[in-house]
């Protein structure tokens, strides 16, 4: 885009400064609209945990008697005392934020982190080609340097073409995303839909995130396991 702007006249610091401004407005916007419907989530969070308890508490019988048996075996095997080791079984309860708390307590320091890329970006841009002039100022040859010019632009072109097909795979994904929870009745869809879209940046690790705080969600929002399903 710089470099676009720049054949039609436009200096590098200008575009620069305009291209990421533009991109930190459009940022502040939607976080803004999101910021009721992800405010409500977190408010949800306690009653989110508290439910998910609740319904997992026949997967968690069925864990705890699988694990009592194996623990019986050992002592049997072991030649222990089966009653003192039932005797001194207990359950002990977690209460540290889960995995929904932790996901969304981050977004402040993404935040952090986005900003500060922005920042570093717009010196990038707006320093323009400086940085491909001194790689070829400190070659040698002129062949040294035709190689690095070439070299550089590859680079540059390939970067691009990769973060503009990624992003429009990412919305493409987060505008299915959102629809088809919509459809589904799942809440704050588009939330869901704005999530993934910014998760799957991430390879597989954002994906999966989405997925398990979708889970959550949908596991105390629909009465049976075959609806959240």
Not at 33 to 43: N, Y
Not at 63 to 92: C, H, L, P, T, W
């Amino acid at each position: 885009v710089v470099r676009s702007l720049g054949r039609l006249g436009v200096p590098a610091p200008v575009s620069a400064i305009v291209l990421v401004f533009s991109f930190g407005l459009f940022a502040g916007t939607s976080v803004y609209f999101m910021s009721g419907p992800a405010g409500d989530l977190m408010d949800e969070v306690p009653r989110i945990r508290f439910e998910l308890r609740e319904k997992m508490d026949s997967v968690k019988d069925h864990i705890e008697k699988v694990q009592q048996a194996s623990e019986d075996m050992q002592n049997f095997a072991s030649g222990g005392d089966e009653g003192e080791a039932d005797g001194q079984q207990r359950v002990v309860v977690n209460d540290d934020p889960g995995i929904l708390t932790r996901a969304l307590s981050s977004l402040a320091g993404l935040g952090s982190s986005l900003l500060i890329a922005l920042i570093l970006s717009m010196f990038l841009l707006a320093a323009g080609d400086m940085y491909q002039r001194k790689m070829v100022e400190a070659l040698p040859t002129l062949t040294d340097k035709k190689r690095a010019l070439r070299i550089s632009n590859d680079i540059e072109r390939q970067i691009s073409r990769y973060l503009g097909a990624i992003t429009v795979i990412n919305a493409s994904l987060g505008l299915a995303v959102g629809s088809v929870l919509y459809l589904l009745g799942m809440p704050y869809a588009y939330l869901w839909g704005a999530a993934a879209f910014l998760l799957n940046y991430l390879p597989y690790i954002g994906a999966l995130t989405g997925v398990i705080l979708c889970a959550a969600v949908s596991l105390v929002t629909f009465d049976t396991l075959g609806d959240a399903l």
